[in-house]
């Protein structure tokens, strides 16, 4: 039996920013598996090249930070003209910082909303002004179960993360009258770098399992089915959404 037309993306070109490692490198891998052409982004060109080296497909790399407009302007610009027109982006690069809010040191503050709110913005607004002007494409945020809920000690990352759903929904009706898609894909706890030392600590990783569901931590390819769904055609009407992958954790207290 052959996969349903509607989710044939195959021949698209794909950009997932932060994907040296983590959740994006394994969202690329699953791009590359369903026959895109896919560019990985990260600021450390050694780093992406032994990734890319590992993935299936024709893959290239695209080596900017996502907080420096100029560079990602031109970091757009060149993978446009080095591997073709963009239909698929992932605003996935994205950073934690984890302290009491009275602790928190003003230029932390401006780093982690740099890093996950402003980079989608920079990022989404170079690649819209290319999409929108062919008619089509499809933009997917990487949100979180923390654009929901907070805990003590994270309120700067779910600050980001909650403005980045609504930066979600605002870039799909300024963008979607011109054929462009937004919507966010919202993980729950998955194990990555991002969250070792959440991991590490026996404390936490249980009520983390009791607390969620499913009864266990999310692995990065739990993300890869919602990011296909929402890359391909099965998902052409459906607009300025979150689809929360975290084991049903946001929905129950
Ligand atoms: P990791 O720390 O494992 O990976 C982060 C990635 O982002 C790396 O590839 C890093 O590349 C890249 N990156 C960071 N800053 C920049 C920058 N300024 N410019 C370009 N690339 C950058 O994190 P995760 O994989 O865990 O997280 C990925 C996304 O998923 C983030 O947005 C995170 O908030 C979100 N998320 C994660 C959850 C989890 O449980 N892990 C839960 C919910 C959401 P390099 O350092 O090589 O430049």
Redesign the pocket.
Known sequence: MTAHPLFDISGRTALV?????????ALARGLAEAGCTVVL????AG??AEAAADLPGEVRTAV????DAPAVAAGIADVEERVGPLDILVN?????LRAPLLEFADADWHRILD??LT?AFLVGREAARRMTARGHGKIIN?????SEVVRPGIAP?AAT?GALKMLTKGMCADWGPHGVQVNGL??????????RPLVEDEEFSAWVRRRTPAGRW?R?EDLVGGLLFLASPAADFVGGQVLYVDGGMTSVL
């Open positions: 920013t932060g994907s040296s490692r983590g959740i994006g490198l982004n990260g600021r450390d780093r992406l900017f930070d996502v907080t996935n690069a994205g950073m934690q890093t996950n980079s990487i949100c979180s179960l923390q990352y993360k919202g993980p729950g706890y998955i194990e990555t770098e991002l969250t999310g990065t």
